[in-house]
């Protein structure tokens, strides 16, 4: 069985939003938009997105990190979205494993929407219809594209290399190794959905430095100058210089 998936890598995700504004603009103009964005920047900002990030600080002053958190529909294997659907517009597709809502179908009812715990679901305030990430369903079996651009928007805008796009389901491939070797996790397991999207843990780095590392050893400005070299006694710019 064929699961389509993303792999985000919490570790280089630097909070840039690439992604955000390049599924914007493909699915907009794309057969999933037009995406509602009427009032996108007052009190109560209104818009419908299929991706977002959000941004955390983690740990206690003085000991604290930033952690930028992509999130966007999961695709689960056992997707709670679908049952609830009174027409039958959210389903799951049997060959690649992608859930998707059919527009025709959707009354904006939003029981999928309050089934789904991942809050990945929105409405369009335009056209008062359910709204989701299609992981760009009409870009990756788009065969006018050359073959490696056939991934999704968020994928090819990513400056980082921090989304991955691929098959969970086949252990060959760079989604399935990069979960296996680097402990890919599935965001809130106890809710027995199985989410085909998993993401990648932040890995701890520190560096020691000395005492003595804290010291310069000697004025570089000394050194980096123009021929003649003037004597090791004569002042700096720095020194003499007020900026």
Known sequence: ????????????????????TSCKEWNTSGTAGFLADENPYAKDPTGTFFNRVQTFEIGEFPNTETVHF?????????????????????????????????????????????ACPYGARELDENQKIMKKCTL?????????????????????????????????????SEVATAI?????????????????????????ASITIHEDELVRADNPLKKERKLPMPDEDDPTLDEITSW
């Open 1 to 20: 069985m064929t699961q389509l998936a993303l792999v985000i890598d919490l570790n280089v995700c630097v909070g840039c939003h690439a992604c955000v």
């Open 180 to 204: 296996r070797e680097s402990g890919g996790y599935q965001l809130m397991p106890e809710w027995g959905t199985k989410p085909a999207n998993h993401y990648l843990p932040r890995r701890k």
């Open 136 to 172: 760009c369903v009409d870009r990756i079996y788009d065969e006018t594209l050359p073959e490696a651009e056939r991934k999704p928007a968020c994928v090819m805008a990513c400056p980082t290399e921090a989304r991955l796009f691929g098959d969970v389901d086949d252990p060959e």
């Open 70 to 114: 992509p999130q966007s529909c999961l695709h689960c294997e056992d997707p709670p979205c679908v049952p609830v659907c009174p027409t039958g517009a959210s389903y799951k597709r049997e060959e690649d494993g992608i859930v998707l809502v059919d527009s025709e179908k959707c009354i904006g009812c939003s029981y999928c929407s309050w």
